[in-house]
Each structure stands twice: as C-alpha cells, then as structure tokens.
C-alpha cells in the first residue's frame, strides 16, 4: 500500500486522475482495451471532471460503478447520473458506460442484469464513509457476510444498508481485490482516523478493513486534509 497526502482536495483529485490515467493507458497497451470502476458521491467530482480531460484512448475504456443506489437516473443520488455530468464529456464520452441500477425498481432484475453485462475492472477507485463502509459493504448490512465472502464467484450483490437511504448494487469484496489495481480517495481528519483503525486489524465493523489488508493487489491511497 502505498500513502500519498496533498494539501488540498483539488491537488489530490488531479494527482489521482493522473494515476488512473496511467494505470488505464497500461492496460489499453498490455490487453487493447481497459475497464474503469468509479465510486459516486460528491467528493470524487473533481477526480471525474480531471480525468475526463486525460489524454486517454476513450474508446478503449469501459466505465463502470463500483456501487448504485437503485433510484432512475434523473434521481439526484444516482452515481450513474454524476458519471455522466463529469466524466463521460468531450473525448471521454467515447468510453462505453454500463451502469448498474437498470430496473431501479426492481432489485433482483437489476441485479440480474448487472450480473450478465459485468466486465471485471483493471482499475476501481473506491472512498471510504465515516463509518468505514467502502462500495456500498456497510457495517451491519444483512449482505455484508456475503459481500466480504473470500474466496467467492459473486462479482455483484444487493445491499440493503441499516443506516443509509436506498438499496444498492455493490461490487463485492472478491470483485474489488480481482482488479488489477485498487485506489482509495479520502478527505480530512475524520476519515483519516477511520482509516488508521482500520489498518490495525480486520474488522467487519470496518469494511474498508478488508480491503486495507489484503496485499495482492495494488493499492494507493490519496488523502487531502
């Protein structure tokens, strides 16, 4: 694993997108293609509208979600939506979008389809909530037994949160450590205790725990006070 701190959020979101820029250019030369899973909230917008304006072979990039809530897009907390606004513009609107909530009013059909169109990411960009969760795996979630289930095939599951609003699609632990590579966005102190005891020890009332200490694969971690 490895840290990087930057003294602003607008420095961190610039050094990151260079970096999955990178990360993304590499599997586009090694394989011909390249698959990109980006988280949503209102934090990763400035990563998204840089990264748009990367130099990258769109049309080689497939861009999916590494969670959903399952609401319609014009909904204001749909990730699709945002991916949309910020990301897919000018050159980026290229890249080919699979989002996850199909049938927002359906879970099971959504998550059926979701499973038929996946495609495993070379890259996720993953952020971290106050209480630890990372994708949409909540502390105390009915699903997150399954959800942090190693080995498993489940790329994909429904999780209904005990704390936060709607129903998602997430990606599982098992699909977030078969990427090629993994980054973690954080911001401020709060976050950054979260984080650090969540480095002490595997703990399913830390999620992001899981993710932290597992070292097959990659991950770098972006932090602006």
């Known amino acids: 694993m490895q840290w990087f701190e930057f003294d602003t959020p607008a420095d961190a979101a610039a050094a990151l997108a260079e970096a999955v820029s ?3 250019a590499t599997a586009i030369r090694e394989r011909g293609e390249a698959v990109l899973a980006v988280s949503g909230g209102r934090s990763p917008v400035a990563f998204l509208q840089r990264l748009a304006e990367s130099g990258l072979d769109w049309a080689h990039v497939t861009v999916t ?3 959903e809530r399952l609401v319609p ?3 204001p907390d749909s990730n699709a939506a945002l991916v949309r606004e910020h990301l897919l513009t000018g050159a980026a609107a290229a890249a080919r979008f699979l989002p996850l909530a199909l049938h927002p009013d359906d ?3 959504s998550l059926a389809a979701a499973r038929a169109a996946w495609r495993q990411p070379d890259v996720a960009v993953l952020g971290m909530g106050d209480d630890g969760h990372t994708a949409s795996l909540f502390p105390a979630a009915p699903e997150l037994a ?3 289930a190693l080995p498993s095939a489940e790329r994909l599951l429904t999780v209904t949160p005990p704390a936060a609003s709607h129903t998602r699609l997430s990606m599982t632990l098992a699909a977030l450590l078969a990427c090629g590579r993994l980054f973690l966005a954080i911001q401020g102190p709060a976050k950054r205790r979260v ?3 969540a480095r002490q020890a595997v703990d ?3 999620p992001i725990s899981h993710v932290l200490h597992h070292t097959e694969v990659p991950l770098d971690v972006y932090w602006a006070s």
């Open 65 to 67: 979600l590494v969670d």
């Open 22 to 24: 990178g990360a993304l």
């Open 146 to 148: 399954a959800g942090l």
């Open 204 to 206: 399913d009332a830390l």
């Open 107 to 109: 879970a099971a059909a």
């Open 73 to 75: 897009e014009h909904h």
């Open 195 to 197: 984080f650090e005891q």
